[in-house]
C-alpha cells in the first residue's frame, strides 16, 4: 500500500538515463558506453521570489515548468556529452569543460536555452491548430466548433508528432527510461525495496507525468478560449498566445487535481486519458535500465539527507 506521508519526488528520463528531483539537489545518473553509471549533480539554488511563486495556485504551474526546463536543459546536455565519451582520460576532460563553462553561463544559457525551446514548442502546437481550424470557418462557423475542432487537430499534432519520434532509435530509449523513472518512483511510493525485481514489477505509467500535463493543456485550451475571440484571424492568435500562461497554469492545477484522485474509484478515471498517452511516451524498459534509475533515485536521496544534515550541522553551530 503506498505511503502517503512519503516526500514527493519527480523526474526526468535523459540520453541512457535519469534525472531525480529532491528537496536539495538533482542527481543524474547515465549508463556509460563501458558499463559503468556516472553521476551528475546540481544542487538546488533557493531564489526566495521564486519559492513564494510557487505557492500561489495557477501561478505555481509556469513557474515549475520555467524551473524544470530550465534545469533539465543542463542535464540533457550532459547526458548528451557524456554517455559516449571513450572513458580514458575523460575525468580530465570533463574538468577542462567545467572550467571553461562559468557558472553564470552555464546557468543563464541553459535557462534562456531550455525555456525557449518550451516556449517554442507550446508556440507552434498552439498556432499551426488556429490557423488551420480558422480554414474551416465556412464550414463550422459556430465558436464551439471551432473550438473542438482547433483542440482536435493539436491532439492529433501532438499524438502525430510523439508517434514517429517514438519510431527513432535514440527517443525510444528515452522514452524506455522514461518508464525506468515511473517505475522506481511508483515502487517508491508502494513503499517496496527499490530492488530491480521489485520495481520492474511496477506501472510504467504515472498521474503526475508531464505527458499528461501536455494533454490537459489541449483539453483546458478547448474551455479557456470558449471566452475570448475567434474571429477575425489575427485576433485569434493574439489571444491564443497571450492565454498561454493560463492555459499552463490551470492543466497544471488539474494535473495535481487528478493525482490527488488516483486511489479513489470512478473519480481516479479523470485521469486515465493522461496515462493513456503515457503508452506512447513510455516504453518498457530492460533491467539494466532500471538499475541505472535506481541508483539516480538512491543517489539523490543519499545526497539530499546530506544536505539535511549539513543544515542541521550549521543552525546547531
Known amino acids: 500500500m503506498a505511503n502517503e506521508t512519503r516526500p514527493v519526488y519527480g523526474g526526468q528520463a535523459v540520453i541512457e538515463g535519469v534525472m531525480f528531483g529532491g528537496k536539495n539537489t538533482y542527481v543524474t545518473a547515465i549508463r556509460r558506453i563501458d558499463d559503468s553509471i556516472e553521476y551528475f549533480e546540481v544542487p538546488k539554488k533557493q531564489i526566495p521570489i521564486l519559492n513564494k511563486l510557487k505557492k500561489i495556485p495557477f501561478v505555481r504551474g509556469c513557474v515549475a515548468l520555467i524551473e524544470a526546463s530550465a534545469n533539465g536543459t543542463k542535464h540533457l546536455n550532459f547526458s548528451s556529452e557524456r554517455y559516449d565519451v571513450d572513458p580514458v582520460d575523460d575525468e580530465k576532460e570533463l574538468a577542462i569543460k567545467e572550467k571553461e563553462t562559468s557558472k553564470i553561463g552555464l546557468i543563464l544559457g541553459a535557462a534562456v536555452i531550455g525555456v525557449l525551446s518550451f516556449l517554442f514548442g507550446k508556440f507552434i502546437f498552439t498556432i499551426i491548430p488556429a490557423i488551420t481550424a480558422n480554414f474551416m470557418l465556412p464550414i463550422f462557423p459556430g465558436r464551439i466548433e471551432q473550438n473542438l475542432i482547433e483542440g482536435f487537430i493539436k491532439l ?141 533515485f538512491q543517489e539523490m536521496l543519499s545526497r539530499d539527507e546530506q544536505y539535511e544534515y549539513l543544515k542541521k550541522e550549521s543552525t546547531i553551530v
Open 156 to 296: 492529433i499534432l501532438l499524438l502525430t508528432y510523439i508517434y514517429f519520434i517514438s519510431m527513432t532509435p535514440l527517443i525510444k530509449k528515452v522514452f524506455q527510461y522514461h518508464g525506468a523513472e515511473h517505475k522506481v518512483i511508483n515502487a517508491y511510493e508502494n513503499g517496496l525495496p527499490l530492488t530491480i525485481e521489485n520495481v520492474q514489477k511496477q506501472s510504467r505509467l504515472h498521474y503526475r507525468c508531464g505527458s499528461s500535463f501536455i494533454l490537459f493543456t489541449v483539453f483546458v485550451g478547448v474551455f479557456v478560449y470558449l471566452f475570448v475571440p475567434y474571429d477575425p484571424l489575427w485576433q485569434r492568435l493574439v489571444y491564443r498566445i497571450l492565454l498561454i500562461p493560463f492555459v499552463l497554469g490551470i492543466s497544471f492545477e488539474v494535473l495535481q487535481f487528478t493525482n490527488k484522485l488516483r486511489n479513489i474509484p470512478v473519480l481516479k478515471m479523470l485521469g486515465y486519458p493522461g496515462l493513456w498517452l503515457q503508452l506512447l511516451t513510455t516504453k518498457e524498459p530492460t533491467d539494466k535500465q532500471v538499475e541505472v534509475s535506481i541508483s539516480s
